[in-house]
């Protein structure tokens, strides 16, 4: 039986002299079904529900303890099988219970396996990104590598094709309806001409070079994705609810929602993981004006409506 989640990430940072920005709540555990039942008879947990290998309890606190059973080729049972061989020393009592707790080299091969999930992500990769910097490398990359593979299944996770055009890319039913899409760019663009043109393989297709992303400083690649951002924030949640009738979407909201896309679901590679592990950094650049600037340049004729 082993702690994993924000409890044991709380323990392990306090080991190396740093602090977790949030109190823990619910407790998380990877165990064998005989350790599960076990636990739960020991700490008087209520099993709410049972869905696969995770059962979900109720604490007498009324706090949540999620348990994730380790079965016959699961990660979990890596994980389990990997603690044994190490014999993790630290070891905390939770309701009455003393379990082991995952080393920060466990935790963080979990949170790189679930970096690209847009589920609770604002919280997972503020994690990822601090373990990022005091594990530096991944010391289990074969499970981490089975991890992630269950996670895109689990959540059916894709990120679309980029070996298209322009036009077949942006043909779908979630780009705006009432902008030309080049121009949002143009206006959104930090210098004479969006960033994005300065990588692109082939001016007709949606697919950049790698090499040419990384041949720009640190602020111009921050700059061609935060022009990416503005503009899926405002094609996908400002336009849809000022000119075609959605959901409400505040400035904030859709900048902080359209970076989450970029770093989980509608890229993928350098691009996302460059955007992933600056994270914070791209955060702090947010300029609310932007959807003023957007507006200004439609009053100004710089945008125009799509024909129909």
């Given at each position: 039986?082993?702690?994993?989640?924000?409890?044991?990430?709380?323990?392990?940072?306090?080991?190396?002299?740093?602090?977790?920005?949030?109190?823990?709540?619910?407790?998380?555990?990877?165990?064998?079904?005989g350790?599960?039942?076990?636990?739960?008879?020991?700490?008087?947990?209520?099993?709410?529900?049972?869905v696969?290998?995770?059962?979900?309890?109720?604490?007498?606190?009324?706090?949540?303890?999620?348990?994730?059973?380790?079965?016959?080729?699961?990660?979990?049972?890596?994980?389990?099988?990997?603690?044994?061989?190490?014999?993790?020393?630290?070891?905390?009592?939770?309701?009455g219970?003393?379990?082991?707790?995952?080393?920060?080299?466990?935790?963080?091969?979990?949170?790189?396996?679930?970096?690209?999930?847009?589920r609770?992500?604002?919280?997972?990769?503020?994690?990822y990104?601090?373990?990022?910097?005091?594990?530096?490398?991944?010391?289990?990359?074969?499970?981490?590598?089975?991890?992630y593979?269950?996670?895109?299944?689990?959540?059916?996770?894709?990120?679309?094709?980029?070996?298209?055009?322009?036009?077949?890319?942006?043909?779908?039913?979630?780009?705006?309806?009432?902008?030309?899409?080049?121009?949002?760019?143009?206006?959104?663009?930090?210098?004479?001409?969006?960033?994005?043109?300065?990588?692109?393989?082939?001016?007709?297709?949606?697919?950049?070079?790698?090499?040419?992303?990384?041949?720009?400083?640190?602020?111009?690649?921050?700059?061609?994705?935060?022009?990416?951002?503005?503009?899926?924030?405002?094609?996908?949640?400002?336009?849809?609810?000022?000119f075609?009738?959605?959901?409400?979407?505040?400035?904030?909201?859709?900048?902080?929602?359209?970076?989450?896309?970029?770093?989980?679901?509608?890229?993928?590679?350098?691009?996302?993981?460059?955007?992933?592990?600056?994270?914070?950094?791209?955060?702090?650049?947010?300029?609310?004006?932007?959807?003023?600037?957007?507006?200004?340049?439609?009053?100004?004729?710089?945008?125009?409506?799509?024909?129909?």
């Open positions: 039986m082993l702690v994993i989640g924000s409890h044991a990430l709380r323990i392990g940072l306090e080991e190396v002299g740093k602090r977790l920005n949030r109190a823990p709540s619910d407790l998380d555990i990877l165990a064998w079904p350790e599960a039942d076990y636990f739960i008879l020991e700490a008087n947990l209520t099993v709410e529900k049972r696969g290998n995770k059962w979900l309890c109720r604490a007498p606190d009324g706090r949540w303890v999620e348990i994730e059973i380790a079965t016959t080729g699961s990660s979990s049972l890596d994980y389990l099988r990997w603690e044994f061989e190490m014999t993790v020393s630290t070891a905390a009592d939770f309701y219970v003393v379990i082991p707790v995952a080393p920060l080299e466990m935790l963080y091969s979990l949170k790189r396996a679930h970096r690209h999930s847009p609770m992500f604002h919280k997972h990769v503020k994690d990104n601090l373990l990022r910097e005091i594990v530096k490398t991944d010391a289990l990359p074969e499970i981490t590598k089975k991890r593979q269950e996670t895109v299944e689990r959540e059916k996770l894709r990120t679309p094709s980029l070996n298209k055009s322009t036009k077949d890319f942006f043909d779908d039913k979630v780009s705006n309806r009432t902008f030309i899409h080049d121009q949002i760019h143009e206006v959104m663009a930090f210098g004479d001409r969006p960033m994005f043109e300065k990588i692109k393989i082939d001016p007709n297709k949606v697919a950049c070079s790698k090499e040419k992303f990384f041949a720009l400083t640190h602020e111009e690649r921050a700059h061609c994705v935060q022009e990416e951002v503005y503009v899926i924030a405002l094609e996908r949640a400002i336009i849809p609810m000022l075609e009738g959605e959901g409400m979407a505040t400035p904030v909201e859709a900048y902080k929602w359209a970076l989450m896309r970029i770093c989980t679901t509608l890229c993928s590679g350098w691009f996302r993981e460059f955007a992933l592990e600056n994270y914070e950094d791209l955060m702090l650049r947010y300029n609310w004006t932007y959807t003023n600037k957007f507006l200004k340049a439609v009053e100004e004729g710089r945008i125009r409506r799509i024909e129909k």
